[in-house]
């Protein structure tokens, strides 16, 4: 093999077939820098492993790899002098080459990258009002066949509509959702293309005194065209738990 040394990483996570390692366990018995390179690989990936992982997105992984891909191992330097100082010298400057080439191989390896949870939030503002201590749920039926049931929780301010085989708006229409604050008229607060999809609904749902959805133009409208589809009185429903 031209260049034994260069497989000092794939040994340290046992990614070698047998010849090779064979081979290379040969030269290890007789090349004092090679162990010395193994066993800084072996203590990079235990830090590793101590660290919380979680599954990265494949676009994360797949840049790793594109990048992995670019890197060619070097062999370990040799020393000019076998002066203890200098030696020490040249081990000190292949370091930070170590440690960046043995998390690299971990990588590949296990699959998995150093990802810390807060830069990646993965509980909407749906599932987050869904999961509430506090959610209250309002059911009413739709006029043609299913129901739109409506979920609140006042600690969050939010409330949340989702639907049960309610049938597609018409051509050229869309459902718009409303909330009416005490003593006022219904505001938007948003559309529902997709009525099977949990939608949550803009404006402050813990003081509103109801909601209501409508049919609408595809581009919705600034107040209600129609008879509401649905509508929930919300004024007093945080002690009724319909869920």
Not at 71 to 78: D, G, N, V
Not at 158 to 184: C, F, H, I, N, S
Not at 186 to 192: D, I, N, Q, T, Y
Request: aromatic content about 4%; charged content about 20%; hydrophobic content about 45%.
């Amino acid at each position: 093999m031209s260049d034994i040394h260069a497989l000092s990483g794939a040994y340290a996570v046992d990614a070698l077939d047998e010849t090779e390692r064979t081979e290379f366990e040969l030269h290890l018995a007789e090349c004092a820098a090679c162990r010395a390179e193994v066993a800084s690989f072996h203590e990079t990936t235990a830090l590793v492993a101590e660290t919380e992982t979680v599954t990265p997105p494949d676009s994360l992984r797949e840049g790793v790899l594109a990048g992995i891909s670019q890197i060619r191992p070097l062999p370990p330097e040799t020393p000019v002098t076998s002066e203890p100082a200098d030696e020490l010298a040249v081990r000190r400057r292949r370091l930070p080459t170590l440690l960046i080439a043995a998390v690299a191989v971990v990588l590949i390896a296990f699959g998995a990258v150093l990802w810390h949870p807060w830069q990646h939030d993965t509980t909407s503002v749906a599932d987050q009002v869904l999961q509430a201590p506090d959610a209250v749920s309002i059911v009413e039926p739709v006029p043609g066949g299913g129901e739109l049931t409506l979920v609140r929780s006042d600690s969050l301010h939010k409330a949340v509509l989702v639907g049960r085989d309610v049938p597609a708006a018409p051509e050229g229409k869309t459902y718009q959702m409303w909330l009416q604050q005490p003593g006022e008229a219904m505001v938007s607060a948003g559309l529902m293309p997709d009525a099977d999809e949990p939608t949550v609904l803009s404006g402050d749902a813990a003081t509103a005194a109801a909601a209501a959805v409508s049919v609408e133009p595809a581009e919705g409208s600034q107040e209600p065209t129609t008879a509401p589809i649905a509508l929930f009185t919300l004024s007093g429903s945080s002690g009724n738990d319909g869920a």
